[in-house]
């Protein structure tokens, strides 16, 4: 099931990169297997950068983190500079990882980031946790989001049922699930599509937001600041709403090797699309409070819809709908990346074999894609929106803030390595000090779903002696383990790409 890599596939970049692909001979001929050389060209291109950042970040965040925040700050005014703080801390953080994509010209992202500089037990961990928590919780948050939403419509004069909320987003995943085994070209396509969606989404709240403070309502910014104190327990679970939003900057670093002029773009990519996110995020929330009060946002469910149905009249049946396919583009984008992280693991070793296998007509990662399925439907029935948004949060700022450290480690341990794109030092200290400070802090102020992570989290410890370095396992155990990994399923092959 797992296995010690016998020779490494990620210095070379060849298991995201697909360079070469083995054609299985027939089994009835004596025909060698073939290899030809694939090469994924270089084709994301500045433009093409700032809309894959872009179009990864906005997703539900925006439209049911709002609610969180101010509850956690307890004033309008402190929520706004919440939202500042955490874009200006989201993009130190792109910027980290746009040095290390720069000098670290290797797939994975977070996983191959580790691997590099503190080897192969934490980047194990870091695997591991993303397959058993961070990307399970993180599609279960944002798939309940577009389960609300996309019933907003057809309930109007009532409260949604929590189980038919949850029915529809477990259809919503499996459509994501079926979509990125079949196509690659069609999952492209449609987040295309889904990018647009999300502007307009945006817009479609600002523009009237705008009009609203021109008309000079803004009796809410009134003693912006009176309120409820922001207490040291309610400041991390702010933070961790607010760095939710502005989460999927780093799924840039999955395509390092595709982008034209990587030493350029890429930083010039990460600060344009990070400058138009934060300022959207701002003056949509700005937006909501020239029409909401703080106490109608936090009794709100779904605050976007809310504020349409203020303004817009019948119009506002649409927004919710815009919101949905928002939040549907981001399960879209977040599965399509992560599962190739999965891939590149298993052909390192540190994941099932069968991950590593790509279907030979589609050309899809199918099982790295379907074992995503089970692990996110057991997170959606186990907890509600803004627990599994403080469980998901706890593991992936841990990890984040760990490769970062590896940034100032690799620093001093590797001082001549290229870095064609250097950032200040203070901007990954100040970075990963924070993401570690608050991480400590969710400890103390939400210690069951933190504790629950911490200690799942721990588990790829003994897992990872037991599955990759443990050599002499029993002959029962190994075949045990085989079954899982030796048949090969109809039409699907060992492939690097």
Sequence with gaps: MFRKPALSTIPNGSAFRGQSIGRLPSLDSKEPAQEEKVVLKKKVTFLRGVSIIIGTIIGAGIFISPKGILKNTGSVGMSLILWTVCGILSLFGALCYAELGTCIKKSGGHYAYILEAFGPLPAFVRVW????????????????AFGRYILEPFFIQCEIPDLAIKLITAVGITVVMVLNSMSVSWSARIQIFLTFCKLVAILIIIVPGVMQLIKGETQHFK?????????VMGLPLAFYSGMYAYS???????VTEEVENPEKNIPLAICVSMVIVTVGYVLTNVAYFTTISPEELLNSKAVAVTFAERLMGNFSLAVPIFVALSCFGS????????????YVASREGHLPEILSMIHVRK??????????HPLTMIMLF??????L????????WLFIGLVVIGLIYLRYKRPDMPRPFKVPLFIPALFSFTCLFMVALSLYSDPVNTGIGFAITLTGVPAYYLFIIWDKKPRWFRRLLGKSTLMRPAGLCEGDS
Aim: overall charge negative.
């Design 129 to 144: 946790v993303e397959l058993l928590i961070i990307r399970p919780a993180a599609t279960a948050v944002i798939s309940l």
């Design 223 to 231: 003693d912006a600041f009176a309120g409820n104190d922001a207490s």
């Design 248 to 254: 999927g900057w780093f799924y840039l670093n999955f």
């Design 331 to 342: 399960m879209n984008g977040g599965i399509f990346a992560v599962s190739r992280m999965f």
């Design 363 to 372: 050309h899809t990662p199918l099982p790295a894609v379907i074992v995503l």
């Design 382 to 387: 186990s907890g509600d929106l803004y627990s």
């Design 389 to 396: 948004l403080n469980f998901l949060s706890f593991a992936r």
